[in-house]
Nanobody, 124 residues
Framework: VQLQAFGGGLVQAGGSLRLSCTAS????????IGWFRQAPGKQREFVAV???????FYRNSVKDRFTISRDNSKNTVYLQMNALNLDDTAIYYC???????????????????WGAGTLVTVSS
């Protein structure tokens, strides 16, 4: 499985961006897809995940601002990010899990495949 994240860029605080994560393979609809981010000098952290059935979970700090969704016909998962603030500046990564849903989805080890990240920079 090859994953590619794109859609990052420079945005002013309060603005919006939509990230996309595309995946290769015919079994995309069976994958859980997660988004993580890593800010400069900080550890990678969980942002959001969507299960194969469409269940979604978010970290608390983005819960009311970010929306994860999927379009299986396009092998794509989206992360709509609104009301961005300086703390959202990071490299954003998407990851996929093709095994049964068990374990801690907010941990990196839950996922089997990772894509290269896309940089999101929020300016004041």
């Amino acid at each position: 499985v090859q994953l590619q994240a794109f859609g990052g860029g420079l945005v002013q605080a309060g603005g919006s961006l939509r990230l996309s994560c595309t995946a290769s393979g015919r079994a995309f609809s069976t994958y859980a897809i997660g988004w993580f981010r890593q800010a400069p000098g900080k550890q990678r952290e969980f942002v959001a995940v969507i299960s194969r059935s469409g269940r979604t979970f978010y970290r608390n700090s983005v819960k009311d601002r970010f929306t994860i969704s999927r379009d299986n016909s396009k092998n794509t998962v989206y992360l709509q990010m609104n009301a961005l603030n300086l703390d959202d500046t990071a490299i954003y990564y998407c990851a996929a899990r093709n095994r049964a849903w068990n374990g801690n989805f907010d941990e990196s080890g839950f996922y089997d495949y990772w894509g290269a990240g896309t940089l999101v920079t929020v300016s004041s």
